[in-house]
């Protein structure tokens, strides 16, 4: 239980109540209020072992809830001049923070990173988070880095997100000041301008009533506040990428894959200013056809990821291999099922 009670310290540090890492988050300046949002967040301090296969760490995940990859949220880690920035991971949605970083939050300790990953955005009495409104979620990351600064005494961070956790990642960055603290994002199959769910979203769209009829008719873990708002076109979306989808200070990297079974179309993974970089996997590795799913453990993203956060890294390209379409997704949806 040591990284829990080293984050109750340094939130106490910079001004948060240690009972706000289990309560609906509403009070802290960092977090926008909204009226009638209820959301939980939580850091996980189960030390789980790591993993090469997203099923097996979802499985895992839903067996030993509030666990953490090894090497995982380790609150007394002091950042080394090699990388003085500790990574930041934001899990995404339906999910925690075992399930998606048991290949990666492993990899960057074993590399000399000082690594932390939060439970955000769960329903209050619920088993997984990243469902709740998004905005209150942004809020919650922002709460967890600054207690990951006081803790290890950096300035800045560099933060991994995949799926939804990209762009609560890139909201907190834009919206709430991030900006300042944050020098790189990146963000793993990143629903930056979000999807449309095989068409069906354009459709519930061009309906009158259709998106509420979807929430009363679908059942709740299926249609979440947070999986409407990263639907194409939503406000959220809207409202984040008006204007421009960077701000400046920050870095903004995009791996994504034009075989992504979540966002349609793959285009919308890309951040569409200049001063961005967008990578997808195919077009770097065409035998490699993973896609939403398998992203955060496939070995070649992994060494994109490594190499963007380290560019001596990038200097030695990852293995290209062949991973046929279609990879983990079935057993992805048996895990969640059974």
């Known amino acids: 239980m040591r990284a829990y009670r080293q984050m109750r310290w340094a ?7 240690a009972g706000l890492l289990w309560a609906p988050v509403a009070a802290a300046e960092e977090v926008p209020d909204l009226p009638g949002a209820s959301s939980v967040w939580q850091v996980p301090d189960r030390a789980g072992p790591a993993q ?11 067996q030993h809830p509030g666990s953490v990859p090894p090497g995982v949220n380790d609150f007394t880690c002091i950042p080394t001049d090699d990388h003085p920035r500790p990574v930041v991971l934001v899990h995404g949605t339906d999910s925690n923070a075992y399930s998606d970083w ?10 000399g990173y000082c690594v932390f990953a939060l439970n955000y955005g769960g329903e209050p009495g619920g088993d997984n988070y990243g469902t709740e409104d998004m905005t209150v979620s942004a809020g919650q990351l922002a709460q967890f880095v600054a207690a990951v600064r006081a803790a290890t005494a950096a300035a800045e961070v560099n933060i991994v997100g995949y799926s ?21 994002w990146i963000g793993l199959a990143s ?19 259709g998106m509420q009829w979807a929430r009363r008719a679908i059942p709740p873990d299926l249609v979440s506040p947070a999986l409407e708002q990263q639907a194409q076109g939503s406000s959220f979306l809207a409202d984040l990428n008006g204007g421009g989808d960077t701000v400046p200070g920050t870095r903004y990297t995009t791996i994504g894959s034009r075989l992504d079974e979540v966002i349609q179309p793959a285009t919308n993974i890309a951040l569409r200013d200049g001063s961005a970089t967008n990578l997808m996997i195919g077009d770097l590795c065409p035998s490699n056809q993973s896609g939403h799913f398998r992203m955060p453990y496939d070995e070649y993203t992994l060494q994109l990821v490594m190499g963007v956060l380290d560019p001596a890294q990038a200097a030695t390209p990852p293995p290209c291999t062949v991973v046929p379409a279609g990879t983990g997704v079935l057993e992805m949806i048996l895990t969640e099922k059974f």
């Open 52 to 62: 090469s296969e997203h099923p097996d760490a979802a499985r895992y995940a839903r």
């Open 164 to 184: 939804q956790g990209a762009t609560v990642a890139r909201y907190y960055v834009n919206r709430l000041g991030g900006a300042a603290i944050v020098d790189q």
């Open 102 to 111: 048991a290949a990666l939050g492993p990899r960057l300790a074993a590399a």
């Open 191 to 209: 629903p930056t301008y979000g999807g449309t769910l095989f068409g069906l979203v354009p459709v519930l769209e061009q309906t009158p009533g």
């Open 11 to 17: 939130a106490a540090g910079v001004g948060l109540a």
